[in-house]
């Protein structure tokens, strides 16, 4: 049981440039997030999907999509990166105890 | 103002007790969360604490509830070096659809001093 993993773990992009981070979770979660930390803060909710082919707007959405085609599967995607998107990414899902677990973070740099 | 607010900083002695403190100012948070996290590492959650409840204990841990006051706090029995970490607070609300992530404080580095 391998919990939630993300892909990759670093990333450097050029402004402009487009990428997709992956998260798994083998727990057969419904409910997946997509947060990013920023030096000095806490964790902000970008977005987030509650099942399979469904995904809402977070805190943050801006400059970013997602998408769940498959249950196990939450894709964040930058279609235009900028230098305000250098963050660390985070991954979550959640039990329907309302325990959230997280991935172990993509950090990404953009130039 | 903020959300959900902690201490940047506490240091404490190997061996005594951590008390780390968090406000939060939505009254319909209904859980509330504590993670820990270790530099260049993800969030582990520590422990978490349903609204009705004033307490929980958890081997070292133990967590506060002022439900009244919007307070939380945890505790950290015998502190170890291992303990060194950011501490964060985090608190959710149940809207029906189930679905609302946490909102998150800036987080409390735990500083142990030898």
């Known amino acids: 049981n391998a919990g939630v993993t993300q892909t990759p773990k670093f990333r450097v992009l050029k402004t402009g440039q487009s990428m997709t981070l992956l998260c798994a979770q083998d727990?057969?979660?419904?409910?997946m997030y997509w947060y990013r930390q920023d030096p000095g803060m806490g964790l902000r909710l970008i977005h987030y999907?509650?099942?399979?082919?469904?995904?809402a707007k977070g805190e943050v959405p801006d400059g970013y999509n997602v998408s769940r085609l498959k249950k196990q599967n939450f894709l964040l995607g930058l279609e235009s990166a900028a230098p305000s998107q250098t963050s660390v990414y985070f991954c979550?899902?959640?039990?329907?105890?309302?325990?959230?677990?997280f991935g172990p973070g993509t950090r990404l740099t953009v130039t | 103002g903020e959300d959900v607010e902690q201490s940047l900083f506490l240091s404490v002695r190997e061996g005594d007790s951590s008390v780390i403190n968090c406000t939060y100012t939505?009254?319909?948070?209904?859980?509330l969360y504590w993670y820990k996290q270790e530099p260049g590492a993800g969030l582990q959650l520590l422990t978490y604490?349903?609204?009705?409840?004033d307490m929980k204990q958890d081997q070292r841990l133990t967590v506060l509830l002022n439900k009244k006051d919007k307070h939380l706090s945890l505790r950290i029995a015998d502190t170890q070096t291992g303990d060194s970490a950011i501490y964060f607070c985090?608190?959710?609300?149940?809207?029906?659809?189930?679905?609302?992530?946490?909102?998150f404080g800036k987080g409390t580095h735990l500083i142990i001093q030898p």
């Open positions: 979550a899902s959640r039990t329907r105890n309302y325990e959230q677990y």
């Open positions: 727990m057969n979660h419904e409910y």
């Open positions: 999907s509650v099942g399979e082919g469904t995904t």
């Open positions: 939505d009254s319909s948070s209904t859980y």
């Open positions: 604490i349903f609204s009705n409840m």
């Open positions: 985090a608190e959710t609300r149940y809207s029906g659809g189930g679905a609302d992530g946490l909102t």
